[in-house]
């Protein structure tokens, strides 16, 4: 159970911020025409025959979102340093964006919803802290900001303002021996969802406060025990899954999990979180890799942060397709059109890999029993017993058996013409 929602009001920092860090670099893309690896797997061009997200608006709760000439940018507001929303020193809320909603120009990158608008919400940024906090040597890296409590005020604000999809790739989380005291975030995604919200969130990724935990949420030994009863680690806002679609990592190379990805029964599908490309917040191009650092390195980008986006966009396809549909309706069609794995839901992919043409193509009123409009009335997995096929009729022997006896016949018919004709008890001439 959770409580009141955060209250809404302009949105600012929690307290007296400053900034302590460089923003973050990125390496441009070289322009080609190709589209990235994840694009074509997900194969979403063939979607916008029917949607491109028209009329949809997206929430990017992030590190903010630096304008683009390749993005319908809205300022929402912002938790962290007073700049409304249009700052992204992190090169995080960015690229997330880039991926729900990026233009298309015919060619090469485009996001999942071209034509969907973003609203931007700073909410956390490693280059900002609370001021009067203890001084670090310069270029050490400040530790940031971005309270609990920022995340649940900025999801209740983006559902006053008008967002029909909120993405959420910020996760916290926390042993299950220790309180999560994230009830504000509980709050602010039912709210979300009681208002036909639909909120998206990533699953979390091996590091940090996620290094590890869950991996044996799954018990063999007793398959029907709940995974619910082995979380050793909660990932927040995702585990609020009956009011959010929490989104895990595969490659799009093998279509495996990925390594960093944090499994947990609240995960309900997957999309691809490697080999990103997204607009670049430091140019009006693309960026596939942040840095260089003083040595010259670069990193990629990856994480159930970039996968969250995929489905977000989807999402926004579903909205624009099928107005009538509710936020839980609209979560139960991405659920039920993803590729199921073999074995059924787990931790890790959840009811499986997004389809993004089966999601606004597939006739579920017309192919499940007792659907809703445009789904399946039920909190659960949907399943009933397929009708055993009748038995194969005996097979007709009796064309053989006749061509046998004919046969038959034919035979003994020429060996008595035979014996006929040279008779064997015959006495040779004198």
Not at 25 to 34: D, L, Q
Not at 56 to 77: M, N, Y
Not at 84 to 102: K, M, Q, R
């Amino acid at each position: 159970p959770v409580g009141a929602p955060p209250g809404d009001g302009p949105p600012a920092p929690f307290g007296t911020t400053e900034k302590r860090n460089q923003c973050m670099p990125t390496t441009p893309e070289i322009a080609t025409n190709a589209a990235p690896i994840s694009q074509r797997y997900l194969n979403f061009q063939d979607v916008w025959k029917f949607t491109r997200g028209q009329g949809v608006k997206v929430a990017v709760i992030d590190t903010g979102v630096s304008a683009h000439p390749r993005l319908s940018l809205t300022a929402g507001g912002d938790y962290v340093g007073g700049a409304n929303g249009l700052e992204d020193c992190d090169a995080h809320g960015t690229i997330v964006a880039g991926i729900i909603a990026g233009k298309d120009t015919g060619h090469g990158f485009a996001g999942v919803a071209p034509d969907a608008s973003i609203i931007t919400l700073r909410a956390q940024s490693a280059a900002y802290e609370l001021k009067g906090t203890q001084h670090r040597e310069a270029g050490e890296p400040a530790k940031g900001y971005g309270p609990l409590g920022a995340l649940g005020a900025a999801i209740v604000h983006a559902v006053n303002i008008g967002a029909a999809v909120v993405n959420v790739s910020l996760t916290y989380c926390s042993p299950s021996s220790k309180p999560m005291r994230d009830d504000g975030i509980g709050a602010a995604v039912k709210y979300a969802y009681q208002r036909n919200v639909v909120v998206v969130a990533a699953s979390g990724n091996r590091d940090g406060d996620c290094q590890s935990g869950n991996d044996n949420i799954v018990d063999p030994v007793h398959p029907d025990k709940s995974p619910w009863d082995n979380v050793t680690l909660n990932v927040s806002p995702a585990r609020f899954s009956d009011y959010v679609l929490a989104v895990g990592s595969v490659s799009p190379k093998t279509g495996q999990p990925s390594t960093f990805t944090v499994p947990g029964p609240w995960v309900g599908v997957a999309a691809p979180g490697e080999e990103i490309v997204s607009l670049d917040p430091n140019s009006s191009g693309l960026t596939s890799r942040k840095g260089p650092d003083d040595k010259g390195n670069t990193v990629g980008f990856q994480g159930t942060s970039f996968a969250a986006p995929y489905v977000s966009g989807l999402a926004a396809l579903v909205r624009a397709r099928y107005p009538h549909l509710t936020a839980g309706e609209v979560i139960k069609r991405i659920e039920q059109t993803a590729h199921a794995p073999g074995g059924g839901w787990n931790p890790y992919v959840g009811y499986g890999i997004v389809d993004p043409l089966a999601a606004v193509t597939a006739d579920l009123a017309a192919d499940m029993p007792n659907p809703g409009v445009g789904g399946i009335k039920t909190d659960k997995p949907y399943s009933y017993q397929l009708p055993i096929p009748a038995p194969e009729p005996a097979p007709d022997h009796r064309p053989r058996n006749a061509a046998l006896v004919a046969a038959g016949a034919i035979l003994l018919a020429l060996i008595l013409g035979l014996l006929a004709v040279n008779p064997l008890n015959r006495k040779p001439p004198e």
